[in-house]
């Protein structure tokens, strides 16, 4: 039995979790979750968005499955995301996406998986507000040989785990030639240890237009924090959002699988949330544990129920909610 640290999270949290729990019971998937609690229900019990025996359980347990959190946007207290990811050192942010039967876009057949550095860059907050112009802010990003490189190495790694033939790595060294000109150094000699994979560089606004060009030219994408933060959505994008998307933070010690969409507390209650995001994180965390036949089956019963019109959620287009959803894949895996 494998133990799992389960933070339902805010807003619809608890309902998108209830439905990957039933799932999960259904396909008769040996796990045990641990509960624990983040973001603003915690901060609203504890005085703190991550209370410090969340991180020990995640410590002890070593992986956990996230759903979304809320943080206040520009007062309040910071991200537990951010936070979670630094104190754990949950380096990689890994989000595949591909094209899903029943989710109309204007793209099709894209398979691709971004890996964002965690840690550094311009989103770890480090702002300064001057002392003589409070109208004048610096912002400070941070970019290390070490954190490039595991980055970097993981998404090769990747590809030569799963047969992704090319690897794109994203920068702006014809600007910022000594920050992202470092990364753009190291992801050019860690390409050389994998002469097997194709290996391409690109500007990040050339890459932003290649993505809506011919996303289906890219297999795996390396790049910063920031601009990975914002490519990775991109990404969602062409196969149907944020809540078709997987997402994982994951360490040399420590994983952590994420709804990567918002709390929706508009919707919070109503019965009509849609858990695939949640639900393609938690059966990507069963691939990571290596518990691979749990991970197709249930993948393959999601896929069947997203190609249903009459089971999956009104937000992809459907006619159902969140039950019908969860119900179509249990009857599925039956």
């Given at each position: 039995m494998q133990n799992v640290v389960l933070i339902q999270?805010?807003?619809i949290g608890s309902e998108i979790t209830n439905s990957v729990t039933t799932i999960f019971k259904e396909a008769g998937v040996k796990i045990n979750w641990i509960p624990a609690i983040a973001g603003l229900e915690a901060y609203e019990k504890t005085g703190n968005p991550l209370p410090e025996e969340t991180l020990d359980l995640i410590r002890t347990h070593k992986i956990a499955l996230k759903g979304p959190l809320t943080t206040p946007v520009g007062t309040g207290f910071r991200s537990a995301n951010v936070t979670m990811r630094q104190k754990l050192d949950?380096?990689?942010n890994i989000r595949p996406v591909e094209s899903l039967e029943g989710v109309d876009t204007p793209f099709k057949n894209v398979d691709l998986v971004t890996f964002r550095e965690n840690t550094q860059g311009l989103y770890i907050g480090q702002?300064?507000?001057?002392?003589?112009?409070?109208?004048?802010?610096?912002?400070?990003g941070v970019?290390?040989?070490k954190a490039s490189e595991k980055i970097i190495r993981a998404a090769f790694e990747y590809a030569k785990k799963y047969g992704r033939k090319k690897v794109t790595l994203n920068h702006k060294a014809n600007i910022l030639k000594e920050s992202t000109g470092l990364f753009l150094k190291v992801?050019?000699?860690?390409?050389?240890?994998?002469?097997?994979?194709?290996f391409q560089d690109l500007i990040i606004d050339n890459m932003a237009m290649q993505m809506v060009l011919k996303p289906q030219q890219f297999e795996v994408i390396v790049t910063t924090n920031l601009f990975g933060d914002i490519l990775s959505d991109l990404a969602s994008g062409l196969v149907g959002g944020l809540g078709v998307t997987a997402g994982a933070n994951i360490g040399d010690e420590y994983a952590v699988f994420e709804a990567v969409h918002g709390s929706a507390p508009d919707i919070a209650g109503k019965g009509v949330a849609n858990p695939s995001a949640l639900l393609f994180s938690s059966i990507m965390m069963l691939r990571h544990l290596e518990m691979e036949d749990d991970y197709q089956r249930i993948r393959q019963a999601t896929l069947k129920a997203l190609a249903?019109?009459?089971?999956?959620?009104?937000?992809?287009?459907?006619?159902?909610n969140t039950k019908t959803f969860t119900d179509s894949i249990c009857r599925n895996l039956a």
């Open positions: 999270g805010d807003g949950l380096y990689a702002e300064r507000v001057s002392e003589t112009d409070k109208d004048y802010v610096e912002l400070i970019i290390t040989r992801g050019q000699e860690v390409s050389k240890e994998y002469p097997e994979i194709e249903d019109v009459s089971s999956r959620t009104a937000d992809l287009g459907g006619k159902g």
